[in-house]
């Protein structure tokens, strides 16, 4: 138990600094764009925070405890690795059956506010032919999502405007807000996302 603790409290460590063997930055070179992304098994807490949504709505992460969440790290006008991690999201969305989708929730953040607007994202997820009842596209000030991207690890930097150099990462959250999985890379296997979700559910 002691080996794992210190197995997840030294990825974390090494994602929040930034580690370019751990927190890929999104970078479209080869490496980066080979199928499937590093599984990691990790414990990590993550604080409520409120952020808009597609609708133009507050969302509060809090309003989500008790439930399954799979968040993704995306911007809108990507062309490489963000179509992919939210492909990946969609597949899994769509392998739940009714009962365990009521018991999962789907986010998207934005590393690009300046262009994804609740519009944009509205429109990015009917792209993506996404089911919007338990799906939400977020977005917000710089000063609303920057303490985001930091308590996941995300680092994110802008080289122009609608081009940005981010951490490509998906998690998955347990019910009580805690960072159970993390997906680095560019295509988190969605097989492997519902079979982490369903080994969650059978936890007491």
Wanted: one cysteine or more; aromatic letters at 10%; proline letters at 6%.
């Amino acid at each position: 138990m002691r080996k794992k603790l210190f197995s997840s409290i030294v990825w974390v460590v090494a994602l929040l600094a930034g580690g370019r063997d751990l927190a890929w930055s999104h970078d479209p070179k080869p490496s980066v764009l080979e199928k499937g992304a590093p599984r990691r098994q990790v414990h990590l807490p993550i604080k409520d925070f409120s952020l808009t949504d597609h609708e133009g709505r507050a969302f509060e992460f809090g309003a989500l405890k008790g439930k399954l969440v799979v968040v993704g790290f995306i911007y809108t006008s990507c062309p490489d690795v963000c179509p992919l991690i939210t492909s990946s999201m969609r597949a899994a969305q769509r392998s739940l059956n009714g009962k365990e989708r009521k018991s999962v929730y789907f986010l998207s953040i934005t590393t690009d506010p300046e262009i994804d607007s609740p519009e944009v994202l509205k429109s990015y997820g009917r792209r993506y032919e996404v089911d919007f009842s338990n799906w939400s596209f977020l977005t917000g000030d710089l000063k609303a999502l920057a303490p985001v991207w930091k308590a996941f690890g995300v680092k994110v930097e802008r080289k122009a405007r609608g081009l940005v150099n981010h951490t490509a990462l998906a998690a998955l959250i347990d019910g009580g807000g805690v960072m159970r999985f993390a997906y680095l890379g560019t295509s988190p296997d969605p097989k492997k996302v519902v079979q982490d979700m369903r080994a969650l559910f059978a936890r007491p």
